[in-house]
C-alpha cells in the first residue's frame, strides 16, 4: 500500500502537503528497523493502517488556523503527525510517557520540518497548558483516559463543535460509554471504502464543564 491511498481520499493537498505524506513512508521504514513503532506485520501497511487511519479524525472534524491539538500517548506519531501534515496552520503537541517512540516522532518530525509540531517525552498529567481538541488512538479505555487528560481542555470553543476528545476506536463501545451520554460515534467504513475501516470508528466527546 503506497501514499496514492491518501491523495484518492484526501484530493485538495497542496505540493508540500503531497511530498510531506510521500516521504513518511522511507522514514518510518528506515527509523522502525533501528528502533521498533510500528508492528513489522504493520509497517508494509503503513500508508492504510496509520497514516489514512489517522486522517480519519479529520472526516469529522477540522482544525481551524491556530488551534492548539493534544496527541496522547501518540506512540510513532500516531494520529498526530498525519493530522499536522493536514493541518499545517494548526499546532500540535505530541506526548508519550516512552522515551524511545518519542525519538522517532522528533526524527521524521526533523526529517519533513514540521515547523507546527512539539514532541515530548512526558505523562500527559505531567504535561501543562490547555488545547482545543484531544485526539489519540486506543491508547486507554474511555474512563481511564477522561481521568488522565481532565483539565488539559480549554472552555471556549473557537470551532463550531464544542472543544472535546476526538479517540479513534474499534469493536463495540457500549459498554466502554455507557457512562458518557454526550459521547457520539462516527464510523470510518461511511468515509473509506477498505475493509480495514469496517469496525473502525471516531468518538467525539464534548467536554463538560460545571458551573
Known amino acids: 500500500m503506497n501514499v496514492e491511498i491518501i491523495f484518492k481520499y484526501f484530493r485538495t493537498l497542496n505540493e508540500d502537503q503531497r511530498a510531506h505524506f510521500s516521504g513518511l513512508g522511507s522514514l518510518y521504514q528506515d527509523w522502525n528497523q533501528k528502533i521498533n513503532v510500528v508492528s513489522r506485520k504493520d509497517i508494509d501497511e503503513l500508508y492504510l493502517r496509520h497514516v489514512l487511519h489517522s486522517l480519519g479524525i479529520a472526516k469529522i472534524q477540522q482544525f481551524n488556523e491556530g488551534a492548539h491539538i493534544l496527541d496522547v500517548g501518540t506512540g510513532g506519531g500516531f494520529p498526530g503527525i498525519p493530522l499536522a501534515i493536514l493541518f499545517p496552520q494548526t499546532k500540535f503537541t505530541l506526548v508519550d510517557a516512552i522515551g524511545k517512540k518519542i525519538k522517532v ?107
Do not use: C
Open 105 to 211: 516522532v522528533q526524527e521524521v518530525i526533523d526529517g519533513l520540518q514540521l515547523d507546527n509540531i512539539s514532541a515530548h517525552h512526558t505523562r500527559v498529567e505531567d504535561l501543562g497548558g490547555q488545547f482545543d481538541f484531544i485526539v489519540s488512538r486506543a491508547v486507554a479505555a474511555m474512563p481511564t483516559f477522561v481521568h488522565w487528560t481532565r483539565g488539559k481542555i480549554k472552555k471556549d470553543s473557537a470551532h463550531e463543535r464544542r472543544n472535546g476528545i476526538l479517540y479513534l476506536k474499534g469493536g463495540d463501545l457500549t459498554d466502554e460509554l455507557k457512562d458518557y451520554k454526550t459521547a457520539q460515534i462516527f464510523e470510518l467504513k461511511n468515509h473509506f471504502e477498505e475493509d480495514f475501516f469496517d469496525t473502525k470508528k471516531v468518538v467525539y466527546l464534548p467536554q463538560k464543564f460545571k458551573k
